[in-house]
């Protein structure tokens, strides 16, 4: 099993920033891709940053590009959502998840395996 603990929510206003961590413990936290997923209510979990588990790759969805950036530290098993320019659109809960490393960071949530508790991020406007 690998556990993922989430934190760095919060409530900021439109144009605020806020950094997500994930620390992750039990396996071999430098074997899997990591990503970042929200969900807002009434809508489906969707993908928003994805970074491999040697850290040299990076996917995201087009609606963060350009401000948001994901990094992960394999010496201390964390990953993180630098988030920018924060819009009311953003709001939801944020997680983070895990897959094995394969060739390319896959988008889908059903691709992940290990998920964290979810931090809540609500930009007012």
């Known amino acids: 099993q690998l556990q993922l603990v989430d934190s760095g929510g919060g409530l900021v206003q439109a144009g605020d920033s806020l950094r997500l961590s994930c620390t992750a413990s039990?396996?071999?936290?430098?074997?899997?891709?990591m990503a970042w997923f929200r969900q807002a209510p009434g809508k489906e979990r969707e993908f928003v940053a994805g970074?491999?588990?040697?850290?040299?790759?990076?996917n995201y969805a087009d609606f963060v590009k350009g401000r948001f950036t994901i990094s992960r530290d394999n010496a201390l098993n964390t990953v993180s959502l630098q988030m920018n320019s924060l819009k009311p659109d953003d709001t939801a809960v944020y997680f983070c998840?895990?897959?094995?490393?394969?060739?390319?960071?896959?988008?889908?949530?059903?691709?992940?395996?290990?998920w964290g508790q979810g931090t809540q991020v609500t930009v007012s406007s």
């Open positions: 998840a895990a897959t094995l490393g394969l060739l390319s960071i896959r988008i889908g949530a059903g691709d992940y395996s290990f």
């Open positions: 039990g396996r071999r936290f430098d074997t899997y891709d």
């Open positions: 970074i491999a588990w040697t850290g040299g790759d990076t």
